[in-house]
């Protein structure tokens, strides 16, 4: 495995050798190394990348403190078979300040209601390793489903060569997703996150019972919550085709949420498919 800092000696390793390429922001865990085990399987050179983005975060959000764990996760990543982490510092993917911004559709939803210019970063972010990486195959988790949605718009709008796969969101055994973030916190924060868990799963039993009103079920939902402490920036039913409220006769919906526990902010989701009739 090759640890690379810059674009010129990346290139130069790849020589046009199309990878199977897994973009991270670090720290990794189980699930970003599930991430990875999906891209070995595509028989394909290995890049990982990891850059803490300062585009995809906001004012007073956790760009500073975002951990950095270089070492540790290069020790992670060997025994996967990765062949190149690719590890730039700010200044060799930003030499200058980026003037130009990929402007995705639904920003101003779900996440992008909350966290305005996240997901202009965030593509931006991803357009240019993909131009650097000129990856044959990139793996994104579910778990960031407006991201994914996203990434995968991009990629058609754009006509870019990727195949995009989709990994399966991995969790703790009491139900909770991992992430970064669940490191921030504190012992008694980290026994309530399971609760956003287990209200998708919950608001999920409810349509799969018959449930239809929406609007109550997630209003329902976030004051569950709320009721446990929580700041709920949203709970919301929407189509897995559009990401938007689902149509009537939709059945292949997906429940996501983002709420915070004292000053850390979490999401998830969880999928449905809804028998006969839909909605
Ligand atoms: O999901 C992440 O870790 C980041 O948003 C990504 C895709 C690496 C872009 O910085």
């Known amino acids: 495995m090759r640890l690379i800092h810059t674009i010129t000696e990346l290139r130069r390793a790849l020589a046009g050798a199309g990878a199977a390429f897994v973009p991270t922001m670090g ?6 190394l599930a991430l990875v085990e999906q891209a070995g399987r595509a028989g394909r050179p290995v890049v990982v990348s990891i ?4 585009l995809q975060f906001g ?15 290069c ?16 200044d060799e993917l930003y ?8 402007e995705p559709p639904l920003a101003d939803e779900l996440c992008g209601a909350h966290r305005p210019g996240h997901f202009a970063g965030v593509c931006t972010v991803v357009l240019k390793l993909f131009n650097i990486v000129q ?3 990139a793996v994104f ?10 990434i995968r718009a991009m990629v058609r709008e754009f006509n870019l060569p990727i195949a995009i796969l989709a990994g399966e969101t991995v969790r703790a055994a009491d139900g909770l997703a991992l992430s970064s973030r669940n490191g921030y916190l504190t012992p008694e924060e980290r026994a309530e996150a399971p609760r956003l868990y287990r209200t998708l799963l919950t608001l999920r039993e409810r349509l799969a019972a018959g449930a239809r009103d929406l609007a109550t079920l997630e209003a329902e939902a976030a004051a569950a919550l709320t009721a446990h402490g929580w700041q709920v920036d949203y709970v919301s039913v929407r189509s897995q085709a559009t990401l938007l409220a689902p149509k009537p006769n939709e ?9 915070r526990l004292g000053a850390t902010r979490l999401i998830d989701n969880v999928e449905v498919e809804l028998s006969e009739p839909g909605l």
Do not use: I, M, S, W
């Open 27 to 32: 720290n990794l865990h189980a699930g970003h």
């Open 251 to 259: 059945r292949a919906l997906v429940v996501l949420a983002a709420a």
């Open 141 to 150: 988790g579910k778990k960031d489903y407006q991201q994914l949605y996203l």
């Open 51 to 54: 850059f803490v983005n300062p």
């Open 75 to 90: 020790a992670l990543l060997e025994p996967l078979g990765v062949d190149y982490v690719f590890a730039p510092a700010v």
């Open 95 to 102: 030499p200058q300040p980026q003037r130009f911004r990929v």
């Open 59 to 73: 004012p007073g959000e956790d760009f500073e403190r975002y951990p950095r764990t270089l070492e540790a996760d």
């Open 135 to 137: 990856p044959h195959v």
